[in-house]
């Protein structure tokens, strides 16, 4: 009886030490396919978005289409602008330059989801309409605004960029106000087809 139950526990043991060694190597493995594999593709944009305020519909590029109950679609809401949703179709350009030549639109939204920090989550899609590319890129993540980087995933795309992932880091290149901003967006891609 003794034996049995021993050699029982013993069989139980093994297989948890196995699924720990199994767990533990597959925790192994993706770290060395991060360090180890580099970008299929790798591509530097910045977007302009012109928020509007008020006054600016004319060259406004994005509004506010959702707001707290406490707050207004003029102007964004207090606490770090929690719970205002907002709608962009701005410029892509390959500089800094608000005035160069698009190569397409970033198109989607962001909503300020935290009341203690400036932070957001977006979801968007570049979709591009240039000689050097056509098709479009997908993003989604969150954008902890303060950071002077931050990640967020590619989840998708078409065209030249069917079936992509990858990670785009984003930048905060100017901020003026609660008017305008632009974004670098460093995006790296780990699947081409
Ligand atoms: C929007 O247009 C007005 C009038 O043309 C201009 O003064 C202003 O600088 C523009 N805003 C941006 C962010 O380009
Ligand atoms: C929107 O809210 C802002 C800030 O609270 C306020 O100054 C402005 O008058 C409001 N605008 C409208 C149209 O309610
Ligand atoms: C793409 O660019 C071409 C050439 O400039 C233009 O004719 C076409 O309307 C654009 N398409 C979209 C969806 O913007
Ligand atoms: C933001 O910055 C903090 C502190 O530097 C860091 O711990 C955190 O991982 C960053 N978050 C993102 C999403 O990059």
């Not at 207090?78 to 179709?89: E, K, M, P, R």
């Not at 005035?99 to 909503?111: D, L, W």
Request: hydrophobic fraction near 40%; proline fraction near 3%; glycine fraction near 8%.
């Amino acid at each position: 009886m003794a034996a049995k139950s021993c050699l029982l526990s013993a069989t139980i043991l093994y297989f948890l030490l196995l699924g720990c060694f199994v767990i533990s190597d597959a925790k192994q493995t993706s770290k060395k396919i991060r360090a180890k594999r580099n970008p299929c593709k790798s591509l530097v944009f910045y977007f302009h978005d012109i928020i509007y305020n008020g006054q600016n519909s004319h060259n406004a590029t994005a509004a506010i289409i959702g707001a707290p109950a406490w707050g207004n679609k003029t102007i964004l809401a207090g606490q770090n602008h929690f719970g205002d949703l907002v709608v962009f179709d701005d410029p892509i350009t390959l500089d800094n330059n608000l005035h160069s030549t698009p190569v397409g639109r970033a198109q989607g939204f962001y909503i300020y989801d935290k009341k203690d920090i400036f932070t957001a989550w977006l979801g968007f899609s570049f979709v591009f309409n240039s000689t050097q590319h056509k098709g479009s890129i997908n993003f989604a993540g969150a954008d902890p605004l303060m950071n002077k980087t931050r990640d967020i995933s590619v989840i998708g795309g078409t065209g030249d960029f069917f079936m992509t992932r990858g990670v785009a880091t984003l930048m905060t290149d100017s901020f003026e106000g609660e008017v305008y901003f632009r974004l670098r967006v460093d995006i790296k891609l780990y699947e081409c087809w």
